[in-house]
Structure formats: structure tokens, C-alpha cells
């Protein structure tokens, strides 16, 4: 039987959908094509645990897995679920009472079923719009993230048991919706750390006000526990604000970074980088291409 599910691949800020093809035939072997990369590769051994964690198996069958279009090279863990479920309704262990093709499925497996968080869900979410596809399934962290994007239907789930009761026996999943307007504005006028909580320092608030009016830099010299940090962290309240384009288009950049995984939502304060002295030159040089891309966009 052959199975088609879908998934994605993120390349720089944009994503491309990514087909996978499962054929199950007499004789045995696990053979994975399509120019994956190592980390797809010993998927096979990920998705085995988890599967036989909650009830199910990757038989003893001839499976082959092509991951098109067959030309671009694959990255990353996070084909685990698409390739799992492909094998589930391949081999016939589940049915598919809702169309599995109408998915963009993603996530890493860990051996007990549960996922682990993925980059890029926001171009992600927004190439699938795009294509017409009717939902995203994909761990529940990088969920409010991905419903940023209206007009396609998001899914955070946190076991793969939960997927396959979706499809296998219509057990409704909790979709994740996000107003981004209003969560976008909300943040504005209530910044993380806000400059006005800034008690005297008047002469260096001055320079920061300078600074920050004129996109000028800003090197802070003094003692230990004297407030360095604490400016730093609040001179992004002093900035313009984003436009919405320009907030969704950092997130994005965020997003493939992996930077948006702990509060997810869209990106509310522009870009901000406060390096160390004793930052070393390799990271440094990495810091100021971050902030070069998300200048280009802004």
C-alpha cells in the first residue's frame, strides 16, 4: 500500500512542502531515500520506541520511505511524526478517517511518543495557507506561534497517541488560535522590561534616548551592579515600534533561529543585541549577521 503524508523544510526564512511517500511490499528492510540527512536517518530508531511505547509497530515488511522532491537535501529531526504516521496508515495498523493529505504534520518523537519543539513553524504555517492545506499538526510549544497565520487550522499536540486518535478514531484535537492584532498591540504598550521603571541614572537615560532616536551604538562602562544590564535590557521599550509586517517578518527570522519557543506569538519589540566584552570573535561575527538580516527587513 502506498501512503502519501506531508511535511515541510525550511530554507533560510521560507519553507518548501515536503512529500513523503511510504510503499509497503513483501520482504523486510527499512529503506529511507530522498537525500536526508543523519539526523533523518536514525528517525527509524525514534519512531520504533515510540511506537511500541503506545501499542503499535513498525512491522516486518519491506518499507520504503522517499522524501520528495528527491533533489533537495532534508535536515533535522523534526520528519519523525510524518514519517510515523506515514508507516501507521501505510502498513494498515490505523485508519484514516479524516484525510491525512489535507496535513502538514511535523515533530520530533522522543522514545516515549511525547515531541519535542521544531524551528521554522511560522513560515511553515504560512507556506501550507498557501498551498491550501486545511491544518497544521505540530508540538504544542511552537503552536501559538504557528497561529499567527489565519486561515489554516493549527493543532499543538503533545503525544503522537493523540495524532493517531485524530485520524484513527475521530477524537477531536484543541485547535490553537491566536489573535495577532490584539496580542501584537497588547505587548506594545506593555513591554517585558520597560525603560520608564528606570529610576535616576538621568545623564546615561539622555544618551540612551540619543541613541535610540538616532540609531546610534552604545558602549557602557562601569563598575558591577551600577545598572548596565538593567539599560541595556530596556532600551528596545525606547525603540519605533514594528509595523505588524515587520513584527511577522522578524518572527519568522525568530522562528527559524528557534528563538520563539519559550513565550511564542508573534515578536512585539524590534531586534536587540547587548554582547559581552569578553564576547569572542566567532560569536560576535555571528551576532552581527543576526542583526544585519533582521535590519534588512526592517
Known sequence: MLTKVYGSAVFGVDATTITVEVNVDKGIGYHLVGLPDN????????IAASLQNNGY???GKKLILNMSPADMRKEGSAYDL??????????RQIEEKHAINQYIIMGELSLDGGLQPIRGALPIAIKAKEEGFKGFILPKQNAREAAIVEGIEVYGIENIKEV???FNEEIPLEQTMVDMEAEFYEHLENPEFDFADVKGQESIKRCMEIAAAGGHNIILIGPPGSGKTMLAKRLPS????LSLSEALETTKIHSVAGRTMEKGGVMTSRPFRSPHHTISDVTLLDVGEYIYLCKSIN
Open 164 to 166: 493517531i486518535d485524530f
Open 57 to 59: 509497530k513498525i512491522p
Open 238 to 241: 525606547i525603540l519605533p515600534p
Open 39 to 46: 539526523a533523518i536517518r536514525e528517525s527509524n530508531f525514534r
Open 82 to 91: 510524518t514519517l510515523a504516521m506515514g508507516i501507521l496508515i501505510a502498513t
